[in-house]
Nanobody
Framework: QVQLVESGGGLVQAGGSLRLSCAVA????????MGWFRQAPGNEREFVSAITWRGGSTYYADSVKGRFTISRDNAKNTVYLQMNSLKPEDTAVYYC?????????????????????WGQGTQVTVSS
């Protein structure tokens, strides 16, 4: 069984920073890409960022470009999300996700259906 274990969420003031981590545990699999989505109360789950495992191509939602950076450590099977200049509207539960299937158009990585595994989520709260 595959598990995605997230850590690093918390409470921070606007303008501050947080770093989320997500490690793959349990049964290993050939990772094509990993990503982050978020969901605020009353809203649908939305794409934040993704990274392909082999080439390291990165993708970001317009709302986080220039503030968030996604990276990966292939040896540790871990993906990170460095979040800077946080805003109150970044408040949400952040979910780590992974795709094990083959190559797809990048746009599919911005949709929830593009992924096979999901973490439990970690709360990020940004106070004004």
């Amino acid at each position: 069984q595959v598990q995605l274990v997230e850590s690093g969420g918390g409470l921070v003031q606007a303008g501050g920073s947080l770093r989320l981590s997500c490690a793959v545990a349990g049964r290993t699999f050939s990772t094509y890409a990993m990503g982050w989505f978020r969901q605020a109360p009353g809203n649908e789950r939305e794409f934040v960022s993704a990274i392909t495992w082999r080439g390291g191509s990165t993708y970001y939602a317009d709302s986080v470009k220039g503030r968030f950076t996604i990276s990966r450590d292939n040896a540790k099977n871990t993906v990170y999300l460095q979040m800077n200049s946080l805003k109150p509207e970044d408040t949400a539960v952040y979910y780590c996700t992974a795709r094990s299937r083959g190559v797809i158009p990048p746009v599919v990585l911005t949709t929830t259906s593009g992924y096979d595994y999901w973490g439990q989520g970690t709360q990020v709260t940004v106070s004004s």
